[in-house]
């Protein structure tokens, strides 16, 4: 036997599909402070305007405004920490979900026995992705939007396709 005849445990199979899905933020950490810089200054002006009126507790309920919409941009800024990555090899399927706090969730499925199911709206497209197999369902892809996930089940169609062909055997390399 030759060492290219050696079968190497270590050596991980090819992988036919990987993507690293996150959820979509239009706004970046330097947006949020000039943003939230804006709104104080706005704030505090129109305050400050009450107060001068001689409506001094306005002041404090524009203050609190901008605290609440500081806090919405912390826990949506927390969100976007989740993330869903998937790896088709012509052996298995994997789904790993971690949630905005860190729970991890893993699916190992077989990928010649899933079947991907889409939930479709006439007017809107593509709602839901789910991953079937043996009765369990298994929603994927939910932080990409109606275009992206047409785009992203044809590509995971195909690394499934791929899968069921088997692996590809090539003597060269």
Do not use: C
């Amino acid at each position: 036997m030759t060492a290219g005849n050696d079968f190497d445990p270590a050596q991980a199979e090819p992988e036919l599909f990987s993507a690293l899905l996150t959820p979509h933020r239009s706004l970046n950490r330097t947006g949020f402070i000039v943003l939230m810089a804006f709104l104080s200054v706005i704030s505090f002006a129109a305050g400050f305007a009450f107060w001068l009126m001689g409506a001094w507790p306005v002041f404090g309920f524009f203050g609190l405004d901008v605290l609440l919409i500081y806090w919405a941009f912390k826990v949506n800024f927390r969100r976007a920490k989740a993330t869903e990555e998937i790896l088709v090899t012509s052996s298995e399927l994997r789904v790993r979900r971690v949630s905005h706090r860190g729970h991890v969730v893993e699916w190992v499925l077989n990928p010649l026995w899933v079947q991907l199911d889409q939930k479709t709206h006439a007017e809107f497209g593509i709602e839901k992705l789910y991953l079937v197999s043996r009765g369990r369902r298994v929603s994927i892809a939910s932080f990409l939007g109606p275009d992206e996930k047409a785009s992203f089940a044809k590509a995971l169609l195909a690394a499934l396709q791929a899968a069921k062909r088997g692996p590809t055997y090539n003597p060269v390399s």
